[in-house]
């Protein structure tokens, strides 16, 4: 979709007053979008669903979901991955359900896991009573692909009886016969088309705990069904270009598939789908968020591509550092470019810089100031105590902020 599309929909609902200006906002020391009209998006205006405890559309942060590649049957395997995207950020983990050994691991999975558990289930509607009843705070489920209007009505009652959402998944690959008679091929219209079919067998049976997804892995289709869509209903989106790749293949299309919705205002929880761990999903997912400043978490790196001006070996520096800062959440920027063309620019910009120089020894800079220089061979690890360092110092003020809002500060 060109760009001006994007601007003309942003611009819309700026005009129309229709759509918040932006979601609640979450601690951050730079990118702040507020202060900056440029950086503002308008969000397109839904209702809000419940997932477990994690609140999806109406104007909550938007969530990002990865799913779990081991066997659902191997509770300790599911858990443990479940763990590591937990580490890596995941608001939401979706777990296949495609037979009753793994519904009957869910229970012990769902306990151990720290974020809603979303149950994956097609076709064998059995599996879905058993997910709800094993405590899944969502089932991914088409209705319209579980046979008659009884069985769509038990699932509602176990999704009702146990505080379940249900997220409705058109796939562009598996979309339904008679669609593709009518339209030819997968096109936005045939998958909106099924995504309200889907919808109307759940509010025949009065549920409205349901978002939808229309994922197609051509970014084009997926892009404009899911415009369509916005238009035509008012429950929350999840966003995901589906089969999108590899690591760096599918996270291209990724960003510029979900990165132009979310840009457009549309989306309130997304998926990265790689052919890589889905640690890896989360990230990503991360990454597109804070680049269009809608989220933040941990340090947001800002570095050059090097060239034979460097002071220093960038490239390998930005790698040690990327792995040695993954543990920190707090949000922060850092920057590390190799001399001094863009260095003291980007430094200014950010909490804490480096700027290559002469004879090993490169520049530090504490909130955009010239500070202090460190030797090549401490580089690394004095990097990582000052990044430190700083998000204790910005944890500190906000505890410390909230005291004084809380009535606690002497
Ligand atoms: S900041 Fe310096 S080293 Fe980095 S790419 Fe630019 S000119 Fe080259």
């Known amino acids: 979709m060109p760009a001006h599309r994007l601007c003309q929909v942003a611009a819309g609902r700026l005009k129309s007053g229709g759509y918040p200006l932006s979601i609640e906002p979450e601690p951050m020391s730079d990118h702040n979008p507020g202060l900056r009209p440029w950086r503002d998006i308008a969000r397109r205006q839904c209702r809000q669903i419940m997932v477990g405890d994690v609140p999806v559309g109406g104007g909550a942060p938007i969530t990002v979901q990865t799913m ?21 950020g995941a608001d939401l983990i979706r777990v296949s359900c495609p037979d009753t050994d793994s519904t009957a691991a869910l229970g012990k999975i769902v306990r151990a896991a720290r974020v809603p558990i979303i149950a994956d289930i097609h076709f064998h509607y059995k599996r879905a009573l058993e997910a709800a009843d094993a405590g899944a705070a969502c089932l991914r489920i088409n ?55 889907h919808i109307k067998l759940l509010q025949d049976h009065d549920f409205h705990d349901y978002k939808v997804a229309v994922k197609a892995s051509d970014v084009f289709l997926a892009v404009a069904a899911y415009m369509q869509l916005a238009d035509a209903i008012d429950c929350p989106l999840h966003l995901g270009i589906t089969e999108a790749g590899g690591l760096i293949g599918g996270t291209v299309k990724s960003a510029l598939g979900i990165g132009n919705l979310l840009w457009a ?63 920190i959440k707090t949000p922060m920027s850092l920057s590390v ?45 004095h990097v990582v105590k000052l990044v430190e360092a700083k998000a204790a110092e910005i944890d500190a003020g906000q505890s410390v902020s909230m005291d004084v809002a809380h009535g606690k500060a002497a």
Do not use: W
Request: one cysteine or more.
């Open 68 to 88: 779990t590649n081991t066997l659902t049957s191997d509770a300790v395997a599911t858990i443990d991955q479940i763990r590591r995207c937990e580490e890596a």
């Open 143 to 197: 209705p319209g692909n579980i046979g008659s209007s009884e069985r769509v009505g038990e699932v509602v009652r176990a999704a009702k009886a146990n505080g379940c959402a249900i997220r409705i998944g058109v796939n562009a690959g598996s979309l339904e016969k008679d669609l593709l008679e009518k339209y030819g091929e997968p096109c936005p219209e045939a998958l909106v088309e099924s995504a309200l079919d």
């Open 265 to 327: 205002g549309i989306g309130d929880t997304i998926r990265v789908s790689l052919s890589a761990e889905p640690e890896e999903e989360v990230r990503v997912g991360y990454e597109i968020l804070k680049s269009l400043g809608l989220r933040t978490r941990g340090v947001r790196v800002v570095s050059c591509p090097s060239c034979a001006r460097q002071g220093f070996d960038v490239i390998r520096t930005v790698q040690a550092l990327e792995e040695a800062l993954s543990h």
């Open 337 to 381: 470019l190799g001399c001094v063309v863009n260095g003291p620019g980007e430094a200014r910009e950010t909490d804490i810089g480096i700027t290559g120089g002469g004879n090993g020894k490169h520049m530090v800079y504490l909130s955009g100031v010239t500070d202090h220089h460190v030797a090549d061979a401490d580089m690394i690890a």
